[in-house]
């Protein structure tokens, strides 16, 4: 038989490698918090509709990306590929909005994508997720990006830049869908096979087509701020003044229309790296038609979402610290076979003290507990009749204290 690994696309995060996942994490947990944002957990699965209604049926992710069962009881359930939707779908639920409050939400976690896995793609990845619901106004907006831009500068990102555009909205994309669609139809001898599919689908997706002949073509297509109706370019407009305000740089780019359809007025990603090398660190943008798409009331949202994966990458990249190895940081050592007993009473009494110790349980020589000693800094040794003596590594010096002193002397 042969042996089972893990499936296509998914992989283990081992210990040599989850304390730079802690780091970013917490990370991001502290700046959440600076920035009045509560966590909120929510289920991996949702049903399907939601997603298909949600994200859209003309997106990659709901065409080709989904993992989708039906269950025991016969219900079409969805692995969540993204946490807006669910993240939606809980404040309407829950009313965390009612009576015209908002909602400043974030959470973390798995999502799920059956895409080709290559460096920083899997098929289960991981994000950091924030979103604003119940305000209209561009300054959620501008929170949002404000809130991306400090997370990333606490994990020392070099190089942020905010790359920004606008989507319009129900009001006026459907005017700049048309003149999409008659100019993509000039050149559709040109397009690529993606792209000629979308030209019905979803023509605004054909602007954000990496092939070269495809780019080439969207390069001349009609500007989508000719066709912004005055609600959006206001709204545009008082986003732009308000990053201004706090000192942003942002650049425009008319082609940034993000792969989910979910999106209004507002799109953007932050991207980090050397000129030639940018990297997006994440995406995110204004999605005021999504609670009505998930079939509740009203309820415009902003939020965005970060790579995990791929930020721990851009991070080892650019030689970003991940913070301190996790080590305990005592480690006792028997004397002889006739300690064994009191190593373990002296550790589960330095744990009970909060002190992180370890002792050997494995049976190990002297010898050997004294090289897996090695990343302590401190090692305590404990003889048959439990006395103690306390080595700093650090500076050699070692003493005969009570087991009160070495904790009082750890706590400092
Ligand atoms: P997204 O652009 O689909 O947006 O995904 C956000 C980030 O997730 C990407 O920038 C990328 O770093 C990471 N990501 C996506 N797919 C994969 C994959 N297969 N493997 C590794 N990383 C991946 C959203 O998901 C929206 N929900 C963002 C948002 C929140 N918009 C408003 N609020």
Not at 147 to 162: A, C, D, T
Not at 323 to 330: F, R, S
Not at 353 to 359: G, P
Not at 371 to 390: D, H, R, S, T
Request: with cysteine; glycine share 8%; proline share 3%.
């Amino acid at each position: 038989m042969s042996t089972i690994i893990a499936p296509r696309g998914t992989r283990d995060i081992l210990p040599c490698e989850s304390y730079k996942w802690s780091y970013v994490i917490n990370t991001a947990a502290e700046t959440m918090n600076d920035f009045g944002f509560n966590e909120i957990f929510i289920p991996l699965f949702e049903h399907t509709e939601l997603f298909a209604r949600g994200v859209g049926e003309t997106s990659d992710i709901v065409e080709k990306e989904m993992y989708t069962f039906t269950d025991r009881g016969g219900r079409s359930i969805t692995l969540r590929p993204e946490a807006t939707a669910g993240v939606m779908r809980s404040a309407l639920e829950n009313n965390l909005c009612a009576q015209g409050n908002f909602a400043k939400l974030w959470s973390y976690g798995p999502m799920f994508r059956y895409e080709r896995p290559q460096k920083g793609r899997y098929r289960q990845f991981y994000q950091i997720d924030a979103e604003c619901l119940g305000i209209q106004g561009a300054e959620a907006d501008i929170e949002i990006i404000d809130l991306s831009i400090e997370l990333f500068k606490r994990l020392g990102l070099k190089n942020l830049e905010i790359v920004l555009n606008s989507v319009g909205c129900e009001k006026c994309r459907p005017v700049y869908r048309e003149k999409l669609v008659n100019y993509f139809k000039q050149h559709e001898s040109e397009l690529c096979e993606t792209c000629l599919n979308r030209l019905d689908r979803n023509p605004l997706r054909i602007l954000d087509c990496k092939k070269e002949q495809c780019g080439k073509i969207s390069d001349n297509a009609p500007d989508i701020y000719d066709s912004l109706c005055d609600e959006c370019k206001d709204h545009f407009k008082n986003l732009r003044d308000g990053l201004e305000r706090l000192g942003f740089t942002y650049k425009i780019n008319k082609r940034l229309v993000r792969g989910l359809d979910y999106y209004t007025k507002t799109a953007f990603e932050i991207l980090s790296g050397d000129l030639g090398a940018q990297n997006a660190v994440c995406g995110g943008g204004r999605y005021d038609n999504l609670a009505e798409a998930a079939g509740g009331s009203h309820l415009p949202g902003v939020g965005f979402a970060c790579g995990l994966d791929r930020v721990i990458i851009v991070m080892e990249e650019q030689g970003c610290n991940f913070g301190e190895i996790p080590a305990p940081k005592i480690y006792v050592v028997a004397r002889d076979d006739e300690a064994r007993a009191n190593s373990q009473i002296i550790t589960h009494k330095l744990r009970a003290n909060k002190i992180a110790a370890v002792n050997d349980i494995s049976g190990r020589s002297f010898k050997a507990q004294m090289k897996a000693a090695n990343n302590c800094k401190y090692i305590c040794f404990v003889n048959a009749a439990g006395e103690l003596e306390l080595k700093n590594i650090s500076d050699g010096v070692q003493k005969n204290l009570s087991l009160d002193e070495i904790i009082e002397c750890l706590k400092k």
